[in-house]
């Protein structure tokens, strides 16, 4: 299965994953809202899913920028046939950590880069692995979209982490 990826804010990552080949296909960013349009008839492809925003709190204006960003998202990427799955970023989080059998405590981008890599095996981020699309520290928006797929691959019983039989 493919998964479509989103981290929705003032810059929107997306990365779309190969569930059953554990494998990142292609990953990349884009200004709000903008889709492109070849990424658009991508999703047509994919199953789509978003990292929802809870906030808590005071709100700062990049949190209400997310959410404002994730709801337009979601009205042009679904539709009653093709809903897009919406996980919060704390289910992103919890979900990647039990994946992980707790060996890492999934609080943080760099924890959750470090639970990505643990799952997907060694050498994941080398030429040629599952990964290294995005191992540049400059994907940060692209690994958090990762991240949301791989969360719903897991949730939804699609993957299987390296080494398992």
């Known amino acids: 299965m493919i998964v479509l990826g989103l981290d929705p804010g003032i810059t929107t990552g997306w990365a779309i994953y190969d569930c059953a080949h554990r494998h990142c296909i292609a990953g990349g960013e884009?200004?709000?809202?903008?889709?492109?349009?070849?990424?658009?008839?991508?999703?047509?492809?994919?199953?789509?899913?978003?990292?929802?925003?809870?906030?808590?709190?005071?709100?700062?204006?990049?949190?209400?920028?997310?959410?404002?960003?994730?709801?337009?998202?979601?009205?042009?990427?679904?539709?009653?046939?093709?809903?897009?799955?919406?996980?919060?970023?704390?289910?992103?989080?919890?979900?990647?950590?039990?994946?992980?059998?707790?060996?890492?405590?999934?609080?943080?981008?760099?924890?959750?880069?470090?639970?990505?890599?643990?799952?997907?095996?060694?050498?994941?981020?080398r030429q040629g692995g599952p990964l290294h699309l995005l191992k540049s520290s400059e994907a940060g928006h692209q690994r958090a979209a990762l991240a949301v797929a791989v969360a719903w691959c897991i949730r939804e019983r699609l993957f299987v982490p390296a080494g398992a039989a």
């Open 30 to 125: 884009f200004p709000g809202h903008s889709i492109p349009n070849d990424l658009a008839d991508r999703s047509q492809l994919c199953v789509n899913v978003i990292e929802r925003l809870r906030p808590h709190g005071a709100s700062y204006p990049q949190v209400v920028e997310a959410a404002y960003v994730c709801g337009r998202l979601v009205g042009m990427l679904g539709d009653e046939r093709r809903p897009v799955h919406e996980l919060r970023r704390d289910d992103v989080r919890r979900e990647l950590q039990i994946a992980t059998h707790g060996a890492i405590q999934v609080a943080d981008d760099t924890t959750v880069w470090a639970a990505l890599r643990l799952l997907h095996g060694d050498g994941c981020t």
